[in-house]
T-cell receptor, first 111, second 115 residues
Framework: GENVEQHPSTLSVQEGDSAVIKCTYS??????FPWYKQELGKRPQLIID???NVGEKKDQRIAVTLNKTAKHFSLHITETQPEDSAVYFC??????????WGAGTKLIIKP | NAGVMQNPRHLVRRRGQEARLRCSPM?????VYWYRQLPEEGLKFMVY????????ESGMPKERFSAEFPKEGPSILRIQQVVRGDSAAYFC?????????????FGPGTRLTVL
């Protein structure tokens, strides 16, 4: 079945710098890749997603890239701000439309 | 339009008791997914249901766990004879249909603590 790996598990960046989180997936049939942000004690919130027919998508300070050949996708956050501190999860759509999740990246923005 | 509702938000059970978790999808959504999140970990898929049908239960333990989504009323995740390892946050998500790109909208979760 589908397996999603996510790195790093913790990422600490200076406020204003960029952050990059990377994920790989195993099932070449996967065609939808969302990214979620989860604050402590809260529900996951979708921040951006990408479909397999697109290589890159951008929404203000957030962008996602997808390399289908290599089966990896990445989240890029530019000009990081304190409110970006959270746990970020990548996911891939499985064969029955369920989401298969990465283990998460704790992003720490240092003032 | 109310979002996905889950209740209770917090549930405490003693070992051996039963836990019932409820999920009301967004209005117009007929697809429900249940996920479990252990502390400091990602979400794990448990079960996918449509009204009156279980579509995929491959992520749900075969013993003690069951799920339903009746024609009327919320989806229910039931855990019998709970053990300490069942302590986790249980999230449900709903989507309007089966299209591959449909976003899943998450409820606030039920945090189950087994004493």
């Amino acid at each position: 079945g589908e397996n999603v790996e996510q790195h790093p598990s913790t990422l600490s960046v200076q406020e204003g710098d960029s952050a990059v989180i990377k994920c790989t997936y195993s099932d070449s049939a996967s065609n939808y890749f969302p990214w979620y942000k989860q604050e402590l004690g809260k529900r996951p919130q979708l921040i951006i997603d990408i479909r397999s027919n697109v290589g890159e998508k951008k929404d203000q300070r957030i962008a996602v890239t997808l390399n289908k050949t290599a089966k990896h996708f990445s989240l890029h956050i530019t000009e990081t701000q304190p409110e970006d501190s959270a746990v970020y999860f990548c996911a891939a759509r499985g064969p029955n439309y369920q989401l298969i999740w990465g283990a998460g990246t704790k992003l720490i923005i240092k003032p | 339009n109310a979002g996905v509702m889950q209740n209770p938000r917090h549930l405490v059970r003693r070992r051996g008791q039963e836990a019932r978790l409820r999920c009301s999808p967004m209005k117009g959504h007929s697809h429900v997914y249940w996920y479990r999140q252990l502390p400091e970990e990602g979400l794990k898929f448990m079960v996918y249901l449509q009204k009156e049908n279980i579509i995929d239960e491959s992520g749900m333990p075969k013993e003690r766990f069951s799920a339903e989504f009746p024609k009327e009323g919320p989806s229910i995740l039931r855990i019998q004879q709970v053990v300490r390892g069942d302590s986790a946050a249980y999230f449900c998500a709903s989507s309007p249909g089966r299209a591959s790109y449909n976003e899943q909208f998450f409820g606030p979760g039920t945090r189950l603590t087994v004493l």
